[in-house]
């Protein structure tokens, strides 16, 4: 039973790693059985480089609005970017030097990592397609620009017979060569945005090196992030729970019961937005409880009428 502990506790400690881990096999697996099943060359002049483009291109792109659209942090940040808030609280800020400018940098550094993140399983997915040359093969047999290239010094019909490379209708030992040939272009290619995938990777950890905070304050930044996100999940229930509960007795006794404190639109907004840690504020929540003003709710909230 302990040894079941343990390596429960190691998935979940390296929960992400393995996760990213899965996502770039389940992709590869996945684009293997989609150009084995499903894609087949039409070896048309009009089709094949559109066709090819279309299976290469669209997975990869449908796979980047999902890790998007799965990302808590892409969440966060987007949420509300596009709103006109008539209520802005922009003037509130004090103008601080540099203020601006910091919440940019941090806002372009924080796309940057989740745009990282998300472009795991795409690039994983066009690696492992020009790996296998099929989508290559069928676009580049298609393209006039790669026919007349292909067929310098040829036979007059070597057009024809570049076209129909993909479908295997000619035996002709010099077309197979070019066949040959167009195979590891793509691998080559492929092997290039994978070499791509692995420095981005290094980079990653190249940036522990230069990092401002060390390794034992970073593992207690990652706790304190833990137990802030269960401690706020945990109170929001408690408070959600307690304002319907008021809410209902309200409907059904047809009485006015002691209103419920529930933070502003504002206070909100605060607390969601996407901050560096620095020794004074480990999260956006930590910089609102340091720098917030206290202020009298002796006032009813709108919220909980």
């Known amino acids: 039973m302990d040894k079941y502990r343990l390596l429960l506790g190691h998935l979940t400690k390296h929960h992400k790693t393995l996760g990213m881990s899965f996502l770039s096999l389940l992709t590869a697996g996945g684009e293997s059985l ?13 089709w094949s480089l559109p066709y090819s483009l279309f299976f290469l291109l669209v997975p990869a792109l449908i796979l980047l609005l999902l890790g998007y659209l799965l990302s808590t942090k892409a969440a966060r940040l987007m949420t509300g970017c596009c709103a006109r808030d008539q ?40 690696a492992v397609a020009l790996l296998g040359g ?33 479908c295997q209708k000619t035996n002709s ?3 197979q060569g070019l066949l040959n040939m167009l195979r590891a272009q793509s691998q ?41 996100k269960e401690i706020l999940t945990t109170e929001s229930k408690k408070y959600a729970t307690e304002l319907a509960e008021r809410n209902v007795k309200c409907f059904f006794e047809n009485v006015r019961l002691d209103s419920v404190r529930i933070p ?41 009428d």
């Open 34 to 46: 989609f150009s084995n099943v499903v894609f087949q060359c039409p070896c048309n002049a009009n």
């Open 87 to 126: 209520g802005d609280t922009s003037e509130e800020i004090p103008d601080k030097p540099g203020y601006s400018r910091m919440k940019m940098c941090c806002w372009r550094v924080t796309c940057s990592r989740i745009t990282l993140t998300a472009a795991l399983a795409p690039f994983t997915w066009i």
């Open 134 to 166: 099929s989508y290559y093969e069928c676009a580049a047999s298609g393209n006039e620009w790669m026919q007349k290239y292909l067929c310098q010094g040829q036979k007059p019909n070597c057009t024809k017979e570049v076209l129909q490379m993909p």
């Open 173 to 175: 030992k010099e077309i």
């Open 188 to 228: 080559m290619l492929g092997w290039l945005i994978t070499l791509l995938m692995v420095c981005c990777a290094t980079a990653k950890f190249c940036t522990f090196c230069k990092s401002q905070v060390s390794f034992l304050q970073l593992k207690f930044l990652k706790i304190y992030k833990k137990q802030e």
């Open 264 to 304: 502003g639109s504002d206070e909100w907004k605060e607390i969601s937005e996407v901050i560096e840690p620095t020794d004074t504020a480990y999260s956006a929540l930590h910089e609102y409880a340091n720098n917030r003003p206290v202020r009298n709710y002796a006032h009813q909230n709108p919220a909980s």
